[in-house]
């Protein structure tokens, strides 16, 4: 079955830190760029990071970067977002998405998402 | 504020055509192609449109998308009411090394 799960999210205090993680399955994740994309409560969707297939590009959003860290392990089919100093304004629901080589930077299948609380 | 701008809300009766615009800048929709998503309340983003006019496999044909210049814009035809739901611009910013987004597009049918 082609799938994204993620996993991770939870209820932390401001500059706490998390790890979400976020395995694949049915695919061959090792050709595919990966994104987080996240999504404020009533709010719209917001692109967070990306990682190139092979792990050796990433980028990120001004809003995250310095902060967050994203990686990836092939071998494990598995996509990691590490996010430290966490503030208020980082709660969302954290998605998962596959980008496919000539896809135009297209997430053409997202996971079900993992929801991610900044409160004292 | 989103980097691209699509109108907060759109509407329709069901059979008829709906239009959604997305309008951008050189640096995003201008030098790069534009994907459409739909996002039915509580469930994760589906990709409807990607590379500006192609369809992924079991998006229906009456769902289509274009782009000119800066601007793009997804269609609707024959509307059902399973299209009720938010839809989404986004295209990779040059400038930004990012992907960037609408602020979406709330569809109502009537």
């Known amino acids: 079955q082609v799938q994204l799960v993620e996993s991770g999210g939870a209820v932390v205090q401001p500059g706490g830190s998390l790890r979400l993680s976020c395995t694949a399955s049915g695919f061959t994740f090792s050709i595919d760029a990966m994104h987080w994309v996240r999504q404020a409560p009533g709010k719209g969707l917001e692109w967070a990071a990306m990682?190139?297939?092979?792990?050796?590009?990433?980028y990120y959003a001004d809003s995250v970067k310095g902060r967050f860290t994203i990686s990836r392990d092939n071998s494990k089919n598995t996509l990691y977002l590490q996010m430290n100093s966490l503030k208020v304004e980082d709660t969302a629901v954290y998605y998962c998405a596959r980008d496919p080589p000539q896809s135009g930077w297209a997430f053409a299948m997202w996971g079900q998402g993992t929801m991610v609380s900044v409160s004292s | 504020q989103s980097v691209l701008t699509q109108p907060p809300s759109a509407s329709g009766t069901p059979g008829q055509r709906v239009t959604i615009s997305c309008s951008g800048s050189?640096?995003?929709?201008?030098?790069?192609?534009v994907n459409w998503y739909q996002q039915v309340p509580g469930t994760a983003p589906k990709l409807l449109i990607y590379r500006n006019n192609q369809r992924p496999s079991g998006v229906p044909d009456r769902i289509s998308g274009s782009k000119s210049g800066t601007s793009a814009s997804l269609a609707i035809s024959g509307l059902q009411s399973e299209d009720e739901a938010d839809y989404y611009c986004a295209a990779w910013h040059a400038s930004l090394n990012g992907v960037v987004f609408g602020g979406g597009t709330k569809l109502t049918v009537l």
């Open positions: 050189s640096s995003d929709i201008g030098s790069n192609t």
């Open positions: 990682i190139w297939y092979d792990g050796n590009t990433k």
